[in-house]
């Protein structure tokens, strides 16, 4: 009897086992880049040309009657710096000046979960849930309306965004609810609850010397204030035709000493004829500071050509401050980008792109330049490989 027990609690296990995995999956990214700011060059060896350094670890449960658990941990690094993945935030200088270069340096850029994180239910035909530090649909819907993702050539961070800020693709303490695709159709609706609890007194400067602030996240809700986020998006994709809308508005006000308000409104779309895909991206930035108010509009068109193991692209956008200090001025960027894929995993890349910034949404701190440059171009040659 024993003997039977111990038999059928050793296939229970390895039935459990079986309905059961976990796989690491990644991307690295590296090769030769020039970067000219506004008159200010540089140049040499550079990760993320063509796309972002990551490994992830993935896992699978299935639960049963169509009910699976999964969960992804994403960890972005630097092919080319062990500094920026050694995640030290403190110095031992005790100068002022080296020690704010140091914590630049020894940035947490490689440590470990720094990327997407989440866990969630997913019910066949029904939709899903997930719980955690969640890719926002705009960054979807950006790849659905240009070639180059948040890499080079299609002006991330500056003409075109994902976040408030245009310098993050995630909110912390997210939950995300997704139905099931239906006609080529599926919803996905983001929340992050704003937090304003946290004592508003001075930061205090700690033992290492750096200081400890306000909107630092905590394990303990309400020891910390976060702004709040509230996305919704619509996905189609069904035969040559994908298409994407993502309505995202993020809430500073009364986030410690924070009075923003933004709209960040996206739509991507691509057709596919043979070899030939098009694309369109139009993005419609609204930001209200107290009583200041700030608009963009920016309209992207991206053609891809796919002959062989070759794929050519190539993009113009433009976008316009309709409301704010530079009002009527516009952004202009031009890029062109080509694959040549060695194997299905593996690619050679080089990226080019050019941005005329005369509305100023470059660089905060270079966007002025005494020469009057207002032209930011950047190049990249790589080698790209996915695992």
């Known amino acids: 009897m024993k ?19 976990v796989q690491i999956d990644g991307l690295m990214d590296a090769g030769y880049q020039s970067l000219n700011l506004k008159g200010t060059k540089v ?3 550079q990760g993320n040309g063509s796309g972002t350094s990551q490994i992830n670890f993935r896992g699978t449960s299935d639960l049963g009657g169509g009910l699976k658990a999964d969960f992804r941990v994403e960890t972005d690094w630097s092919v080319v710096s062990n500094k920026a993945n050694q995640g030290t935030a403190s ?4 100068d002022a000046t080296k020690l704010a270069l140091d914590k630049q340096v020894n940035a947490t850029a490689g440590t470990f979960g720094n990327g997407e994180l989440r866990v969630g239910l997913d019910q066949a035909g029904i939709g899903r849930i997930d719980f955690g530090a969640i890719n926002f649909n705009t960054l979807d819907t ?3 309306g240009q070639p180059y993702g948040t890499a080079i050539g299609g002006g991330y961070g500056s003409v075109s965004r994902v976040d408030a800020a245009g310098t993050a693709v995630r909110d912390e303490n997210q939950v995300r ?100 895909k098009g694309m369109f991206l139009n993005q419609t930035v609204k930001t209200t500071t107290g009583t200041v108010a700030t608009d963009t509009s920016y309209n992207a068109y991206s053609v891809v050509y796919t002959m062989g193991n070759t794929e050519l692209m190539a993009s113009t956008g433009k976008l316009k401050q309709d409301v ?35 509305a100023a949404v470059i660089a905060a701190a270079a ?21």
Do not use: C, H
């Open 177 to 276: 609810l997704s139905s099931a695709t239906f006609s080529g159709f599926k919803a996905v609706l983001n929340k992050s609850a704003k937090q304003t609890k946290a004592n508003n007194g001075a930061s205090a400067s700690t033992s290492t010397g750096l200081t400890a602030q306000q909107t630092a996240f905590s394990t303990t809700l309400g020891a910390y204030d976060k702004l709040g986020s509230t996305e919704v998006g619509v996905n189609y994709a069904n035969g040559p035709l994908a298409a994407s809308y993502s309505t995202l508005k993020q809430d500073s006000v009364s986030v410690g000493t924070g009075t923003t308000a933004t709209t960040v409104n996206t739509l991507g779309a691509n057709y596919t004829m043979g070899a030939i």
């Open 324 to 358: 704010g200090t530079y009002a009527g001025k516009e952004s202009k960027l031009t890029s062109f980008g080509a694959n040549y894929n060695l194997s299905k995993t593996t690619s050679l890349y080089l990226r080019s792109e050019s941005i005329k910034d005369d």
């Open 367 to 387: 966007t002025t330049d005494v020469s009057g440059n207002t032209k930011r171009t950047r190049t990249a040659i790589g080698l790209k490989t996915n695992f």
């Open 3 to 21: 003997k039977t027990l111990v038999a059928i609690a050793a296939l229970a296990a390895f039935g459990a086992q079986a309905q059961s995995s």
């Open 43 to 45: 140049n040499g060896i």
């Open 142 to 144: 950006l790849g659905t």
């Open 91 to 94: 110095s031992t200088s005790g």
